[in-house]
């Protein structure tokens, strides 16, 4: 079974532009988790979908929003990219939300590794 | 509160030897937790979990405990190899997400096995 797929693997852009980054969750998998990793502050957690409804977002500005899809593959855009923004995102999957209130074990890909000049 | 992660400690170990692999949690409502291996240019991969009402979990080479009196788990790997480099995380099941799937992380321990 074909892991967690991100895309692109690396990405270069310049303050003030926007970003869009794609997610393809483990099949069967419904629901998309996003973070964001840097060497600063560590593994911080965007939003997590399910059936194309965002359940959480963690504490970061507007400019980062996303969606998911029918098929539960995700995008995350980031818009007025600051250099502050260059990061590891990362994507999770896990299986079903019917585990509401049990934890379950998130799958991660290998992530977007964003550059901004 | 969040957890942040500002520091990332190494622990050196000699091949052969048993690591252990310490982390403070959070929040004392958290009920499941997950350890993660990250190597270079990977994202974190999943290694154990647990959940609260147990305090001792074991895997292949592995074993997590959690002490929820003092709000601390531990990852012993047996026979460390050099193929374990990498850095490790915890994590915890958020207890203010509604119930959903929510991750906070520790900062991270850089494990590095000499020969």
């Known amino acids: 079974k074909a892991g967690v797929t991100q895309t692109p693997r690396y990405l270069i852009k310049t303050r003030g532009q926007q970003v869009t980054l794609s997610c393809s969750p483990i099949?069967?998998?419904?629901?998309v988790s996003w973070y964001q990793q840097t060497p600063g502050q560590g593994l911080q957690f965007l939003f997590e979908?399910?059936?194309?409804?965002?359940?959480n977002k963690g504490n970061f500005p507007g400019r980062f929003s996303g969606r998911q899809f029918s098929n539960s593959r995700s995008e995350m855009n980031v818009s007025t990219l600051e250099l502050g923004d260059s990061a590891l995102y990362l994507c999770?999957?896990?299986?079903?939300?019917?585990?509401?209130?049990?934890?379950?074990?998130?799958?991660f890909g290998s992530g977007t590794q964003l550059s901004v000049l | 509160g969040e957890s942040v992660g500002l520091h990332l400690p190494t622990l050196s170990v000699q091949e052969g030897d048993n690591s252990i692999i310490n982390c403070a949690y959070s929040n004392s409502a958290s009920d499941y937790f997950i350890w993660y291996k990250q190597e270079s240019g990977k994202g974190p991969q999943f290694i154990i979990d647990i959940r609260s009402n147990m305090d001792k979990r074991q895997g292949q080479r592995v074993t997590v405990l959690l002490n929820k009196t003092v709000k601390h788990l531990s990852l012993q790997i047996a026979a460390t190899q050099p193929g374990d480099s990498a850095v490790y995380f915890c994590a915890e099941k958020s207890p203010y997400a509604g119930g959903y799937n929510k991750l906070i992380f520790g900062a991270g321990t850089r494990l590095a096995v000499h020969p």
């Open positions: 979908y399910f059936s194309e409804t965002q359940r």
């Open positions: 099949s069967g998998h419904r629901s």
């Open positions: 999770a999957s896990s299986l079903s939300s019917q585990n509401r209130g049990k934890g379950e074990k998130l799958f």
